[in-house]
């Protein structure tokens, strides 16, 4: 990370934490009034060079879940709780995250860190690249309701490992190859768009489509195969897209 990326991360955390501690001290009353469960959940994810760290995230799930299944959430999880379900939607749990950027274990924009079952299937052309890379709280790549991919798939996890990963890796190693804070603050503020009410981001559907990296793309395509659907196109260059539906 250069020094000028990391002096971005850190002012942009505090100004983010010196805004949004009212948000923090509303979502920790509601989770504590929900089950009277602990307000924060930590897990182990892996970071720059392979080097594990706590990830700290708003608790969505019954206490002790992370133990009890799988790893992945799919719809519907019954783990989930009635908070946690809002949280997740909004994305408002993984708000923490922020911490972690403070303490210089994560990036605002970067691949999203993975717990150490899942780095072990890196694909290994991949592997290196990705882990050269510090872990970010956001990225262009990011699919905003990725349990939903799994609504249709016999079984998640090898789905996840064979097909999500492969192509969230391909993702975030081309957004490093071309990355400066400018795309980084555009990442930014992408990320905070689509987490704006329903009702605002409905005016958007009527936009024409846009071209993206080859395939044509509409508002809110998503560059992940799409189970549900099980509508894939490739485009001339061999990029798996999804067709929209």
Known sequence: MTPAKRAFDVGSTLLGL??????????????????????FFRQTRVGRDGRTFRMVKFRTM??????NGMLLTVDADQRV????????RTKLDELPQLLNVLAGQMSL???????PRYVAHYPPEQRAGVLALTPGLTHPGIVLD??????????????????LIPEKNRLYLEYAA??????????ILQTLGRLL??????ERHGLPARKGRGCERQPHARWYPRPRARQRARNSSGRLCRTST
Do not use: M
């Open 18 to 39: 010196a805004v949004l501690w009212p948000v923090f001290a509303v979502i920790a009353l509601v989770i504590k009034l929900d089950d009277g469960g602990p307000v």
């Open 62 to 67: 019954t206490v002790g879940a992370d133990g």
């Open 81 to 88: 709780t009635r908070v946690g379900r809002w949280l997740r």
């Open 109 to 115: 924009v970067g691949p999203r860190p993975e717990v």
């Open 146 to 163: 990725e349990a939903a991919l799994f609504a249709d798939v016999s079984d998640p996890e090898a789905f996840y490992i064979a097909e």
């Open 178 to 187: 071309r990355a400066t804070l400018w795309t980084d603050l555009d990442t």
């Open 197 to 202: 009410p329903r009702a605002q981001r409905t």
